[in-house]
């Protein structure tokens, strides 16, 4: 008899932090996906804006809307037994000031039945994080390379270099973290300002591209598995499922062509 796993909440995240135990974080858009890595152990599904450039075929996460993301994070969130799910906040639907944040964040948590809501930024976004954290809504912060600024960063790249820069993302995550923050994604930052900001802040870190001393890590799952031609450097491929999926279609396609599917045993006697 399998029994329905105890789901990861809120305060487990502290508490893996403080046991010293590593988190493991996915994307994921759908349900088929989501059943899979909840059954795999991924604590925490991020049902992420990167659904636009990967499953939408946009080139960036901009062009993403609260529409977009609203049936998929139902479905993860439905499909979920024990990961802690969350789903970005997309650009420009919290930027605006604390009360746009909220009706974004209220309607994502009512509709989709997610655990919490991500948004980029650091000291700019504190009003936010405490408005969404004010109206018991947790709220998971992002510093570092955040894509949805990628047209001011002029592109991917590493942020927090040099002594300045690196105590401005010091002071960014202190301030988030102050104002509510459950926990903070820190992606392309460099590995020893990561170990840092992770040592004095309570809550976990969760990097990607950031190095091993984060609490956790995160990877979008399709670059993880090995689905796309190129990913970025810091996402390792642990599998190869798009050259699986390629050569299962292309079998279907031979056997559909040469009359070999469907056989006896995949069709109605009269
Ligand atoms: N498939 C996918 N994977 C991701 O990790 C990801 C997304 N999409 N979409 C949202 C953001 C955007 N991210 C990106 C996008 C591009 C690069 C990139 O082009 N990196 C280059 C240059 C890095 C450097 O300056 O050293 C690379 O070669 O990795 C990195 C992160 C991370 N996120
Ligand atoms: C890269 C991760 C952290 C993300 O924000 C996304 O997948 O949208
Ligand atoms: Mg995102």
């Not at 609203?70 to 499909?79: D, E, G, L, S, Y």
């Not at 056997?255 to 009269?270: L, W």
Request: glycine letters at 10%; a negative charge.
């Amino acid at each position: 008899m399998s029994q329905t796993p105890k789901r990861v909440r809120v305060h487990h995240l502290r508490e893996a932090k403080t046991r010293g135990e590593r988190l493991t974080m996915l994307t994921a858009y759908d349900a088929v996906t989501a059943r899979i890595f909840d059954d795999a152990g991924v604590d925490m599904m991020l049902v992420g804006d990167s659904i636009g450039n990967t499953m939408h075929g946009h080139a960036t996460t901009l062009p993403v809307t609260v529409d977009d993301l609203i049936p998929p994070a139902r479905a993860v969130a439905r499909a979920r037994q024990r990961a802690f799910v969350v789903v970005d906040l997309p650009f420009g639907s919290y930027e605006a000031g604390a009360e746009q944040a909220l009706g974004t964040a209220v309607r994502m948590m009512k509709e989709t039945g997610v655990d919490a809501v991500k948004l980029e930024g650091g000291r700019r976004v504190v009003p936010q994080i405490r408005a969404l954290t004010d109206a018991g809504i947790p709220v998971v912060g992002h510093l570092g390379y955040t894509p949805q600024s990628e047209n001011l960063f002029g592109g991917p790249r590493v942020q927090g270099r040099g002594d300045v820069a690196a105590e401005r993302l010091s002071e960014d995550a202190v301030a988030i973290v102050e104002a509510g923050a459950v926990a903070v994604v820190l992606e392309m930052v460099p590995a020893p300002l990561a170990a840092r900001i992770t040592e004095i802040v309570a809550v976990p870190t969760i990097g990607i591209g950031a190095g091993a001393q984060c609490d956790g890590q995160v990877l979008v799952w399709v670059d993880m598995a090995g689905m796309t031609d190129w990913s970025p450097r810091f996402a390792k491929r642990f599998g190869e499922v798009g050259a699986a999926l390629r050569s299962a279609a292309a079998a279907y396609v031979d056997e559909v062509r040469g009359g070999t599917f469907p056989d006896a045993a995949h069709q109605f006697d009269a």
